[in-house]
């Protein structure tokens, strides 16, 4: 049984910083391209960011580029997800996700497994 589960979340000022965690288990992390969606209240949930396989290719939002970072620890199979510069507007609950399917990597439809969700709130 596949379980991802999010984690790092919490309550910050604008400006600041928060690295999220996803731990999965019951599948080799290292097979699969891996992404970090978010969704605020009343919106439909979006893209943030997507690692390859590897790592050695990583994909952002325009919103986030320049502010946000994915990695990956295929040994530890976690992938994070470093936040800085945090705008309220980044304010969403944050969900992990496993790529199964072949395609762009922002559209959500390519992902499967998600986690249940941490809460990011950055106050103005």
């Known amino acids: 049984q596949v379980q991802v589960v999010e984690s790092g979340g919490g309550l910050v000022q604008a400006g600041g910083s928060l690295r999220l965690s996803c731990a999965a288990s019951g599948l080799t992390v290292s097979s699969y391209a891996m992404g970090w969606f978010r969704q605020a209240p009343g919106k439909e949930r979006e893209f943030v960011a997507a690692?390859?396989?590897?790592?050695?290719?990583?994909y952002y939002a325009d919103s986030v580029k320049g502010r946000f970072t994915i990695s990956r620890d295929n040994a530890k199979n976690t992938v994070d997800l470093q936040m800085s510069s945090l705008k309220p507007e980044d304010t969403a609950v944050y969900y992990c996700?496993?790529?199964?399917?072949?395609?762009?990597?922002?559209?959500?439809?390519?992902?499967?497994?998600w986690g249940q969700g941490t809460q990011v709130t950055v106050s103005s």
């Open positions: 996700a496993v790529r199964l399917y072949a395609g762009n990597y922002n559209e959500k439809n390519r992902f499967a497994y």
């Open positions: 690692i390859s396989r590897s790592g050695d290719s990583t």
